[in-house]
């Protein structure tokens, strides 16, 4: 995959939701989702075997609010959440390796550019 673009971000308040999603120009094994806020380190959200197998990993902060899909054909995966809190503000970023799965970001190889997700309460 040489680029990926996200798109949904936006603002809402506390207890909304927002669905982000990521289009990928080319072949992934493992497509995440990342969130980096001013000050924090970079953390894995969610991440899913987009090539063989159909593991999914969540962070537990987002565990039962954040669901991650995909549409294979269209080579798209989404990030719906729910239940959104001012602790999920942060910058969102798509990003996707050709081999294996996790949420460790250092295994990413290619990026989007972000998308910004503000919660207000």
């Known amino acids: 995959v040489e680029s990926l673009v996200e798109s949904g971000g936006g603002s809402v308040q506390a207890g909304g939701s927002l669905r982000l999603s990521c289009v990928a120009d080319?072949?992934?094994?493992?497509v995440g989702w990342f969130r980096q806020s001013p000050g924090k380190e970079r953390e894995g959200v969610a991440a899913?075997?987009?090539?063989?197998?159909?593991?999914?990993f969540y962070a537990d902060s987002v565990k039962g609010r954040f669901t991650i899909s995909q549409d294979k054909a269209k080579r798209m995966v989404y990030l719906q959440m729910n239940s959104l809190k001012p602790e999920d503000t942060a910058m969102y970023y798509c990003?996707?390796?050709?081999?294996?799965?996790?949420?460790?970001?250092?295994?990413?190889?290619?990026w989007g550019q972000g998308t910004q997700v503000n919660v207000s309460s």
């Open positions: 899913m075997r987009t090539g063989a197998g159909d593991s999914i």
């Open positions: 080319g072949y992934t094994s493992c």
């Open positions: 990003a996707a390796r050709r081999a294996g799965c996790s949420l460790g970001h250092t295994y990413f190889e290619t």
